[in-house]
T-cell receptor, first 112, second 113 residues
Framework: AQSVTQLGSHVSVSEGALVLLRCNYSSSVPPYLFWYVQYPNQGLQLLLKYTSAATLVKGINGFEAEFKKSETSFHLTKPSAHMSDAAEYFCAVSEGTYKYIFGTGTRLKVLA | EAGVTQFPSHSVIEKGQTVTLRCDPISGHDNLYWYRRVMGKEIKFLLHFVKESKQDESGMPNNRFLAERTGGTYSTLKVQPAELEDSGVYFC???????????FGQGTRLTVV
């Protein structure tokens, strides 16, 4: 069975600092992995996805994630946080279908 | 082009009442999904429509939940009678194909008191 673990339900970073949001997954088949973001009063928006091509995936708004099979990880990073990055971030896994398995989410706070 | 739209954005009802949530997918998207997030927990899959047919309803919690998609356009999710544990955010998503990117709506926050 597939599962996703997001370490840290709340993460705070200073503006301009590195953003690192952790995601570990479990899957019996080669997974598809996703990061979604939810800004206040908005829907879930796809940040980036891994579908077995390049292991380093670049997404929107300067975010990227690296698929590490040996560590079963898909951590999300951004070199320099901006105030507008404050949101809730969700990691998800699927077997290549619509049926996503989501993590519990990480709320990112950016401090001025 | 309009995205996935959900109505209402918030709903507060009493235990035992009935609530109907609506989702309007992106035009032309045959695939429609419902997910739910109970407070503080993960977002969980409820069911999947292809046009008007239910392809997978393995995530539906119990028979108090009824989803329909008449005509293959908008979908409704009815909870009858609502219980306290039904509180949460209900997300709808749609996609063109069954294995292509799903676009999510802003969610309906349901509070059962």
């Amino acid at each position: 069975a597939q599962s996703v673990t997001q370490l840290g339900s709340h993460v705070s970073v200073s503006e301009g600092a590195l953003v690192l949001l952790r995601c570990n997954y479990s899957s019996s088949v080669p997974p598809y992995l996703f990061w979604y973001v939810q800004y206040p009063n908005q829907g879930l928006q796809l940040l980036l996805k891994y579908t077995s091509a390049a292991t380093l995936v670049k997404g929107i708004n300067g975010f990227e994630a690296e698929f590490k099979k040996s560590e079963t990880s898909f951590h999300l990073t951004k070199p320099s946080a901006h105030m507008s990055d404050a949101a809730e971030y969700f990691c998800a896994v699927s077997e290549g279908t619509y049926k996503y398995i989501f993590g519990t989410g990480t709320r990112l706070k950016v401090l001025a | 082009e309009a995205g996935v739209t959900q109505f209402p954005s918030h709903s507060v009802i009493e235990k035992g009442q009935t609530v109907t949530l609506r989702c309007d997918p992106i035009s032309g998207h045959d695939n429609l999904y419902w997910y739910r997030r109970v407070m503080g927990k993960e977002i969980k899959f409820l069911l999947h429509f292809v046009k008007e047919s239910k392809q997978d309803e393995s995530g539906m919690p119990n028979n108090r939940f009824l989803a329909e998609r008449t005509g293959g356009t908008y979908s409704t999710l009815k909870v009858q009678p609502a219980e306290l544990e039904d509180s949460g955010v209900y997300f709808c998503a749609s996609s063109l194909g069954g294995n292509t990117e799903a676009f999510f709506g802003q969610g309906t926050r349901l509070t059962v008191v």
